[in-house]
């Protein structure tokens, strides 16, 4: 080979060298962080499978490019949420995805650490950041900000003078005093009923009555979700149940204000004493297991509800305590009790 060949040789190798070179760098980031990082990035998504659900709260989709994942402008998610997120798209081998979570429990890590599960405190501020790492230690952080709106409280409560240790075939109305913490209104009550052998009985009225038709232990559980679909955690009670049949108060029916209404004792055999306890009313009288009541006191009512009362204790049998049953009664508010138009059209 000639000097002249091999100078032509080298020239082409030096500029095929160049060209590869080239070729490589303009595959970096512009910051020259991460090799081929500017190229895999500009398809990759940010997204999460929950978000919050009301006007007064509203954010983002629950998807961003990458590249958008920003301190600016946080994701709002409810408080007590699980909420998974993923970074989407094809990460070339040797790329390294950690990540970090403020307010919050990373409580799983799956898809190739692209995808975790968080679990937000209740309230006030967090972040997520996910870091992009290649085999030189050459690191891409990107951070999202998250406002956690307070999640509501559900609350069990019983009328005055009700027991946990009750009788079988005893009636308990369960009363709800749960609230939202950040004025959306609660729109959803679950309550779960677990009898001792595992049953599960279901309810989501605001305030249900259940008969316990088995004796034992049985748990009850309730939450409620409020209109920004956030959902408080569980209220739990217990009752105890005794294989003893309860007795009953006959004829709670609805009633309206200032009627007068006699109410008496199903299953009794021998009292000592009749006890009586009434709220929002008056006892005219009272006779062996009998009882009238005018109902003349609507101040003194719970919600709208008279309270009667009758305790057991003085009966012969095992069953002890207060058996309590909750009276609706229509309060009459004026004359214009009904309103509405006075005239209307067929069909309407």
Known sequence: MTIAKKQITLILFLIICVFSLSKVQSQRNPSGDLPVLGVFTQNLTFSWDSNVGCSEYEGKDTQVSFEQISMDDCVTVCGNSIINYTIEGNIPNGIDVTWQVNGGIITDLFNNNQSIEVVWSNSGSGLITVDLTNSEGETLSKSQCITIIEAPESRIELLPLQDTSICLNDSVQFLNDSFDNNDSELILYEWVFTSPGGDLYYSTEFEPNFQFDQPGDWEIKMRTTNACGCVSSFDEISFSVSESIALTIDCPTVICENETMEYSINGYE?????????????????????????????????????????????????CTGWITERIPIILNNGDDVFTGPEEICLGE
């Open 270 to 318: 021998d009292c000592g004493e009749f006890e009586w306890q009434v709220q929002g009313g008056d006892i005219r009288s009272t006779d062996d297991n009998t009882i009238t009541i005018d109902w003349n006191l609507p101040d003194e009512t719970v919600d709208g509800f008279g309270i009667i009362s009758f305790n057991q204790s003085n009966c012969e049998g095992e």
